[in-house]
C-alpha cells in the first residue's frame, strides 16, 4: 500500500458494488489514495448481486491483484459453487484461477454440491448437460439424417459443445457408440459388460459383430453423402465418394484378400496400406481444419479454452 502511495502515476479507479457502496476490488488503492491525503479516487461501479460482486472480485484478484494462498482459492471456488450452482466447473475455474478437475473435485466433497442439477452455464453463457448422454444421441441422429452439418450446426440442435460433436462424429465413423461407456446409464450399458472381467479379452465373435455395426454405420453415412446434391453433383465430390467406396469392398472381403496375399509381399503391403491410413488421416484433420476457418470467416470463434 505504501509503495502505491508513493508512485506518482494516477490509480487505477476502484471497482465499488453501487448497491452496498462496499468496494469489490481496489482495496489497497483506496487506502493508497488516503495515504496521499486524496479526497477523491476514481470509481467504475459493479451491478449485480453481493455474490456477483464476489465472484467478480475474486477473478481480478486472480488476474492482476495480490497473489491469493490455494485455500483462499479452494474457499473462493467452494463459496462461487454455493451462490452460483449452475456455473460449469471450468467457468468457476476460470474465475478462481484453479484447474478444472480441482474445482470439480470441491464440487464431489460436498463444499459447492447441489445434486441433481441437471445442466449449467459456461463462460460463454451457453447452458450445456452435466450428463451429455442425451446430446450426444441427439448429435448421432443429426449427423446420420444430415452428414454435411457443420459442427456448429449440430452442437446448437443437440445442446453441446462443437468439441463433443466432433467426438460423436468420429466415434460413429469408427463404428463405436456415441456415448462413452462411462457417461453410459446402467440401461444403456450391455449386460455382459456388468459381469465382465476387466482386461478380458473380446472374442472372435464380438470382433466380428463391432465390424459388422462399424460396417452398416460407414454405409448409412456414405448413403448420406451420395445423397447430398452439394457433393454428388461436383467433380471433387463425385472423386472423393468413389474413393470411401473402396472402403466398403474392402470390409466385405477383408479375410479372402489376406488369405490370397503371398507371404512375402505382406510387409511392403503391409507398409502401404499404413501410408495410405495415414494420409486419409491427414486428409480428415485438413477438412476439420478447413470447416472451422470457414465458420470463423463467417462471424463465428471457436470456442475458448474456459467456455463450458
Known amino acids: 500500500m ?55 472480485a475474486v477473478e481480478k484478484n486472480v488476474r492482476h491483484g495480490l497473489p491469493l494462498t490455494v485455500q483462499e482459492r479452494t474457499d473462493a471456488a467452494a463459496r462461487i459453487m454455493t451462490s452460483h450452482p449452475d456455473w460449469s466447473d471450468r467457468r468457476v475455474a476460470c474465475t478462481t484461477g484453479l484447474s478444472r478437475k480441482t474445482v470439480a473435485q470441491i464440487r464431489r466433497t460436498g463444499l459447492g454440491d447441489h445434486s441433481g442439477q441437471t445442466a449449467r452455464t459456461g463462460r460463454d453463457g451457453r447452458v450445456r448437460p452435466v450428463n451429455s448422454a442425451a446430446g450426444r444421441e441427439q448429435a448421432a441422429q443429426v449427423l ?35 456415448v462413452p461407456v462411462r457417461g453410459q446409464s446402467q440401461d444403456r450399458c450391455h449386460p455382459a459388460a456388468e459381469t465382465a472381467a476387466p482386461g ?47 472402403r466398403l469392398i474392402l470390409v466385405g472381403e477383408r479375410n479372402r484378400l489376406i488369405q490370397g496375399i503371398p507371404h512375402h509381399c505382406v510387409p511392403n503391403l503391409s507398409v502401404a496400406v499404413r501410408q495410405c491410413a495415414e494420409a486419409w488421416n491427414e486428409f480428415a484433420a485438413q477438412l476439420e481444419t478447413h470447416e472451422l476457418a470457414e465458420e470463423a470467416a463467417g462471424g463465428e470463434q471457436e470456442q475458448s479454452r474456459c467456455d463450458g
Not at 168 to 175: C, E, L, M, P, W
Not at 208 to 216: D, E, F, L, W
Not at 230 to 235: A, D, F, G, Q, Y
Open 2 to 56: 505504501k509503495m502505491l502511495a508513493q508512485l506518482e502515476d494516477s490509480l487505477p479507479p476502484i471497482t465499488v458494488h453501487r448497491g452496498t457502496m462496499r468496494v469489490v476490488d481496489g482495496v489497497h488503492r483506496l487506502g493508497a489514495a488516503k495515504l496521499r491525503g486524496a479526497t477523491e479516487i476514481n470509481v467504475v461501479f459493479f451491478e449485480g448481486t453481493l455474490e456477483e460482486a464476489f465472484a467478480h
Open 144 to 178: 446420420r439424417e444430415k452428414p454435411s452439418a457443420s459442427l456448429r450446426e449440430v452442437a446448437r440442435v443437440a445442446g453441446i459443445s462443437p468439441s463433443t460433436v466432433r467426438d460423436v462424429r468420429d466415434r460413429i465413423a469408427n463404428g463405436d457408440d456415441p
Open 200 to 246: 478380458a479379452v473380446r472374442t472372435a465373435a464380438q470382433q466380428h459383430q463391432r465390424m459388422a455395426v462399424r460396417s452398416r454405420r460407414y454405409e448409412t453415412l456414405l448413403h448420406g453423402l451420395r445423397n447430398d446434391p452439394s457433393v454428388r453433383l461436383t467433380e471433387s465430390g463425385r472423386l472423393v465418394l468413389r474413393l470411401l467406396e473402396t
